[in-house]
C-alpha cells in the first residue's frame, strides 16, 4: 500500500509540475488601453514617444510663479538607501539598496531604467482627474532649499518641495526618511486656487530587479523567478492580480503596491484607523532593447486617499522576514511562500536560527535537515517496520488472492477475501496503512522548503561551497540533482516492499523522473532532499541490522 501511495502521490506532482512548466496558457496580452497615463519626461528637451497609445493632449504651460530654472537632483544618503530626486516634479529617479546587488555586482536600484521602459513616469509623479493638470505638475522645476546631498544616516529628515504656476495649480511634496528602515514618508499638498486636490500618488512600471519575462510558478509553490504583480492586503488575506486586468480597487487595505520575487513598494496603511484607499494597478507590455528579447511585461499602480493630513507611508525594500515583521507582522504575508506559508515561515525561522551557529546557509539547511529527520525518526522506523512485516506475509497474501482469483470483482466471495486478509493482518500485527503515513509528512516538507528557498531573500546569493555559489538557484552543474537520483535510487533498492514485480519496476523510473525534476529547482531543495535520502538509507541498514525482536516493536 505505501508503495501506491507514493506512487500516486509522485505522478501527481510529476503532472502538476509538467503541466505548470509546459502547457500552462501564458497571460494574455495586455493592450494600449490598460496603461496608465505617462507623465513629462524626466529630463528637458523633447518629449520621447510615450508608453501609452493615448496620449494626453498638448496643452500650454501657464508660467511659473514658484520654481527653479534649472533641473538637479538631490541625493538623499540614509544607512541603507541611497535616493535620487530630481525637481522636476519633485520625483524619485533612483533607489538604491545599500546591501543588495544586482546580478552585474552592482548596486540594486529599485526604480526602473527609464530608457528599458520608455520614458515611463517616475516613481512620486501625480495623477490628477485633469489631464493638464497631471502633465504641468509632473513636468514643472520645483523649488527645495535642500543641498544637492543630504545625509540622514543618523536622524529622520525631511526634504521639501513647492512649486506653482500663474494659473493657480499649486503642489508641495515633503518627503521624510527614517535613517535605519526602507520606509520612505510623503506629505502631498496640491491646490487648484483655493481648491484642494487629491491627486494619485504613481509608482512608475515594475521593479528594478524586475524579471519581465520571467513565469508565476504553480499553487503548490511560486516560481523561481516571479515577475512584478500588483498585491493589497485585506481582511487578514493577500490577493494578488493578474499582469493583463488592470482595475482599481477601494477599501481599508492594510497594505497595497506591486512586488516581485524578492523586492516590493508598498503603501503602508497599518493605523489603527486605516483610511479607505483608491489602489489603482495596471499593467503594458514594452518593446525590447534588443532583438533576441521578447516584449516585457511591466506592472505599475496609483495610490490615495482622501486625509490630506496624513502622510503616505511607502515600503521599498527587500521582503526580508525579519524587516516585515519589525513593521507588522501581517506585512510578512507579502512573500509568496504559496499554500505551504503555514509551514515554510517557521523553517526559515528554523533555518535563520541554526545560521546563526553554523555561519554557512548550506550547512544550515543540511543541520536543520538532519533535525526534521530525528524530530521523524520514530514514525519512520515504525514505517519500515511495517514494511518488513508486509513483505513477511506476503506468500501468505499471494495465496489467499489465488484462492479468491476466479471470482470477479463484483463477486460476493470477494468479501470473503478481504475478510481473511485483515484476519491476517490482525493475527501478524500488521498494520497497512502505518507505513504510508511518514511518507505522506516528507512532502509537505518538501514543498515547504521548496517555496522557502526560492522566495526567502536571505537565501538570494547565499554560498555554499565549491561550485554552488546561489542557494536559491539550480546546480549550474546538475551535480547534487544527480546525486539526490543516485541516493533515491539507492534507497528504493534497499526498501522492503509488498508490491508485484510490475509495480516495482514502475517504482524504480521515480528516481529518473526526480531527478530531471530537481535539475530546475534550488540546489538548497536538492541538498535537503539528498541529506534526507541519505538519513533514510542509513536507518534502513540500521533496522535491518536490528534482531528480529527489535524489529517487531
Known sequence: MERRVLLAISLSFLVLFVYQTYFAPPPPPAGPAAVAPVSAPASPGPSPEPVSAAAAPPVSAPAVVAGEAAERDIVVETANVRAVFTNRGARLRHWVLKHYKNDAGE?????????????????????????????????????????????????RTSIAFEWQDADGLRVEKTFTFDPQSYILEALV?????????????????????????ATSGSFLAPSSSTPAQALYHHDNAVTRLTAATPGTETGPFLFAGIDDHYFAALLLNDREQPDTLRFSHTSFVVPPKGEDLPPGRYTAFAVGH????????FFIGPKAIDTLKGIDTE?????????????????????KWMHQFVGNWGWAIIALTLLINIAMFPLRQKSMSSMRKMQEIQPQMKAIQERYAKYSITDPQRQKMNEEVMALYKTKGVNPASGCVPMLLTFPFLFAFYAMLSQAIELRGADFAGWINDLSRPDPLYITPLLMGATMFWQQKITPTSAD???????????????????????????YWTMSNLWAIGQQYATMSMPAAAKAK
Open 189 to 213: 499638498v496640491a491646490r487648484q486656487g483655493d481648491q484642494p486636490l487629491r491627486p494619485l500618488i504613481e509608482w512608475g512600471p515594475g521593479l528594478g530587479d524586475d524579471n519581465a519575462h
Open 501 to 527: 514485480p510490475v509495480q516495482q519496476r514502475v517504482m524504480m523510473i521515480m528516481p529518473i523522473m526526480f531527478t530531471f525534476m530537481f535539475l530546475s529547482y534550488p540546489s538548497g531543495l536538492v541538498i
Open 331 to 351: 506585512l510578512v504575508r507579502a512573500i509568496n511562500f504559496g499554500i505551504f506559508a503555514w509551514l515554510a515561515v517557521p523553517l526559515l525561522g528554523a533555518l
Open 107 to 155: 548596486l540594486l536600484d529599485l526604480v526602473p531604467d527609464q530608457e528599458l521602459v520608455n520614458h515611463a513616469y517616475l516613481p512620486f509623479s501625480l495623477r490628477f482627474e485633469n489631464d493638464a493638470q497631471t502633465t504641468r505638475a509632473n513636468g514643472g522645476l520645483f523649488s527645495s532649499s535642500a543641498r544637492d546631498t543630504v545625509d540622514a544616516t543618523s536622524a
Open 306 to 313: 482622501d486625509n490630506a493630513a496624513r502622510p503616505y507611508r
